[in-house]
């Protein structure tokens, strides 16, 4: 146990003398006594571990004229458009970019005296999103999810991202005590009429701002590989030609619901709550395109916050 506390203590020392020393790799090497390759080992350690978490703004000219076109094509209040290296345009990366800043968004809006009430959605750009969190520490804040949760614990769950981000400002997390999806539109509504689940949804419905990610419905996307859907409601999709959801809401290309009876069984606000209130959509990555084109034509959204690739795909697109 020592000799893990010391080992983290270096670690913790050459982050220091890294990131805010502003010492040169080589000059942590010699301060510290280690190689070179060590003090990089040790600086990547500190990143995995969460002892370093790093908050970026930066807005080339490219991706401001992006988001002013966007803004102004979808009417939206605010738009934030990630710059991604060239050769860069894997999902991940983009990810990744939107979620830092998303990250910075939330820290902006997140201070003050008064209480403030924050809807959170699920998946990977709001995973990043908390991983990335700097600068907020607010115990009025209170954390909200907007559906109920998937059946695997994994760091992109809605019950996950809501803790992660009470834990790190201080606040409170309020979770949706239900299933992402019943089993029928009947026992959707048993479980909507119970007293825990309906003051989750309206403190949800009473959020001052939500946040929330794009989710698509296709193989490969998270929605489909968790296990949360059946075989069953899976092909009702695909039938239906549903393009991607948000928070429980199934939407076709055109951005109306779909006529599937899986928007019956999901115990999550409405597209109705969400007009009521400041909505801010992320997405990252190219295969987003449809369905976020689609969440925007639904015409909720006041905020979008995108890379620059999925930015272009949505403007030629739209």
Not at 59 to 68: E, K, N, V, Y
Not at 115 to 127: A, C, E, M, N, Y
Not at 241 to 262: K, R, S, W
Request: glycine share 10%.
């Amino acid at each position: 146990m020592v000799a893990g506390s010391r080992h983290d203590d270096d670690i913790v020392q050459a982050a220091w003398l890294y990131h805010v020393g502003r010492l040169s790799q080589q000059e942590v090497s010699e301060r510290l006594g280690i190689s070179r390759f060590k003090v990089l080992r040790m600086l990547a350690d500190a990143r995995e571990q969460g002892m370093v978490r790093i908050s970026i703004e930066h807005r080339t000219s490219r991706t401001l004229a992006l988001a002013d076109r966007l803004t102004e094509r979808f009417g939206l209040r605010e738009v934030l458009v990630a710059p991604v290296p060239v050769a860069r345009d894997d999902d991940d990366y983009c990810r990744l970019a939107v979620g830092i800043m998303a990250a910075s968004y939330l820290a902006r809006v997140g201070k003050g005296d008064a209480p403030q009430t924050i809807g959170v959605g699920w998946g990977r750009t709001l995973s990043s999103m908390a991983d990335n969190l700097v600068g907020l520490t607010n115990r009025d804040l209170t954390f909200v999810s907007l559906m109920g949760s998937v059946t695997h614990a994994t760091s992109t769950a809605p019950a996950e991202v809501c803790v992660r981000l009470a834990a790190q400002t201080g606040g409170q997390a309020l979770l949706m005590p239900a299933p992402f999806v019943a089993d029928s539109e009947q026992a959707c509504q048993m479980i909507m009429a119970q007293r825990l689940v309906r003051e989750a949804l309206d403190a949800a419905r009473r959020a001052d701002r939500m946040i929330m990610s794009v989710g698509e419905c296709r193989d490969g996307a998270i929605l489909f590989d968790t296990g949360v859907l059946s075989g069953e409601q899976i092909a009702e999709l695909k039938k239906c030609g549903v393009v991607g959801d948000c928070c429980g809401n199934f939407f076709m290309p055109d951005g109306t619901l779909a006529e599937t009876g899986l928007n019956r069984c999901t115990p999550c606000i409405g597209v109705e709550d969400m007009r009521k209130t400041d909505v801010a959509i992320t997405a990252g990555g190219l295969s987003k395109a449809e369905a976020t084109l689609a969440i925007l034509r639904a015409g909720f959204a006041d905020r979008l916050f995108v890379d620059e690739h999925l930015a272009g795909k949505l403007l030629a697109m739209g």
